[in-house]
């Protein structure tokens, strides 16, 4: 006997709850699209060389990618992003005008624990601009994703900002050496899974005094208004030239940010690490449901297409997850439930008016009006039965008698009324009742 349930990790997505996705993406293509950003497809598959290129995802990542090699031997993975193709992309289509600015919403792939919110295939919706090492780009990112996530109906929801820069200035404060500054940004990250105990200890495993650990968990705590733990920061590190800069880059970005948006609600956690490693300035994550991690994520990677092409190309961008997204609006009762997207059920009373009850539903169709027609040629009594299950709103009722009339009966399914209609005027009726 076959095993039907999907693999781990992976799942089935079955009508009701698909018509519900659709329209959280549909609603993110319109936002996307409503800031200018274009529409791009790439391969699941991509080469093992791109995926593991050095300041790509990283050792943590790639041990969670799905690797093999295919029948000419050649080693290939599923990606585990959008953005490291994205990368390819640029870099192979050098004639693109600068500055891209791309969106695309597609599946990924990662061989990781299984948990709420968290699945090995899964969709992300991303959106990046390539070419501009302005803060405008990354306000513009961050504007977008905020302006989605109001349309999508999400009140009270937070974005935490932090800088690479910054972080690596106050890692360096610690008295840490600049060759182990990468392993402490991967330890940091663990923070929300491990809490400051765990991360001490990820840190002295990866080479780190505990004098400079101590050091590191007191800096990462500061967290509040951005003047505020800005300006602490700049106390902290004002020999630090890189952290300053970053410091100055959180300053513009907040407020090119508050004129693209009205009253963001903004937080600077020096704590905020994000754990892939292609990311060079500021680093963003919103959050806003707990038990579930962070409903987007992203920031500045300026160093990644270089890394490919061997010609830097600044860019920026911000990864939202569809499926945590989708799991909170749910748990919310943000989605509405929709069994069907047809409106109208066209039902025949005998085999006789078969052929003016298929004519009936193309000419619907013909005007735009989803319709549908049984079959399995039932009885009546069965097809009205059908519609109800469907939650189809309105059946048409072909019958000998009316056609005679040049009419169908209208049903009304929710309030079990019905009414003689002239096919004529048909299309107007159901038109005003939509």
Known sequence: MVKVRPVRGMRDILPEEMIQRQKVLDTLREVFETFGFLPLETPALERWELLSAKGAGGPEVLEETYRFKDRAGRPVGLRYDLTVPLARVVASNPTLPLPFKRYQISRVWRYGDVAKGRLREFWQADVDVVGSVSMLADAEVLACAITAFKRLGFKDFTVRLNHRKILSALIRYSGVEESKILDAYRAIDKLDKVGLTGV??????????????KKILDLIGLSGKADSVLAE?????????????????????????KDLVAEPKLKVDLSLARGLDYYTGPIFEFSGAENIGSLAGGGRYDKLIGLISGRDVPATGISLGVERIIEVMREKGMLAVEKSKVKVFVAKTSDEVIGATLNLVAMLREKGIPAEFDLRERSLKKQLEYAD????????IVGKRELERNSVKLRDMRNRVEKDVRIDDLTSILENLF
């Open 389 to 396: 299950s469907r939650e189809i709103d309105y059946v048409l």
């Open 200 to 213: 001490e200890k990820e840190l002295l495993m990866r080479g780190v005094s505990s004098e400079s650990a």
């Open 233 to 257: 920061a700049e106390d902290l590190l004002s020999e630090d030239a890189e952290g300053i800069e970053g410091i100055e880059d959180l300053r513009n970005l907040i407020t090119y940010l």
